[in-house]
C-alpha cells in the first residue's frame, strides 16, 4: 500500500507520500520553519498557520503534499 505520513497543528493534517516526492526542495524555500530535511520530524507543521500550509502544499510539484482539515476527516485536498 502507498506509504503516507501525517502531521497536524491541530486544525490541518499534512499528509506527505515519500513515493511520490521529487525532492524538488519547494516547500522547504517557501516555508523552512515547517519543512527541514535535517531535523526530525521534518515537518513540524505548528510553525505556520494553517493558511501558509495550504498555500505550499499547492505549490508542491508532485502531488506528494496533500492536506486534511481536521474537522473533515473524509476529505484530502491538494
Ligand atoms: S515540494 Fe513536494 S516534491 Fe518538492 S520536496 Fe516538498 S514534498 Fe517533495
Known amino acids: 500500500m502507498e506509504k503516507k505520513i501525517e502531521y497536524t497543528n491541530g486544525e490541518v493534517t499534512v499528509i506527505w507520500r515519500p513515493e511520490i516526492c521529487q525532492h524538488s526542495g519547494i516547500c522547504v524555500r517557501t516555508l523552512p520553519q515547517v519543512y527541514n530535511p535535517n531535523?526530525?520530524?521534518?515537518?513540524?507543521?505548528?510553525?505556520?498557520?494553517?493558511?501558509?500550509?495550504?498555500?505550499?502544499?499547492?505549490?508542491?510539484?508532485?502531488?506528494?503534499?496533500?492536506?486534511?482539515?481536521?474537522?473533515?476527516?473524509?476529505?484530502?485536498?491538494?
Not at 40 to 46: A, G, H, M, N, S
Not at 52 to 67: D, T, V
Request: charged content about 25%; aromatic content about 4%.
Open 39 to 78: 531535523e526530525r520530524p521534518w515537518v513540524k507543521p505548528q510553525n505556520a498557520t494553517t493558511e501558509q500550509l495550504i498555500a505550499q502544499i499547492k505549490m508542491c510539484p508532485s502531488g506528494a503534499l496533500r492536506y486534511r482539515m481536521n474537522n473533515e476527516p473524509e476529505q484530502e485536498s491538494i
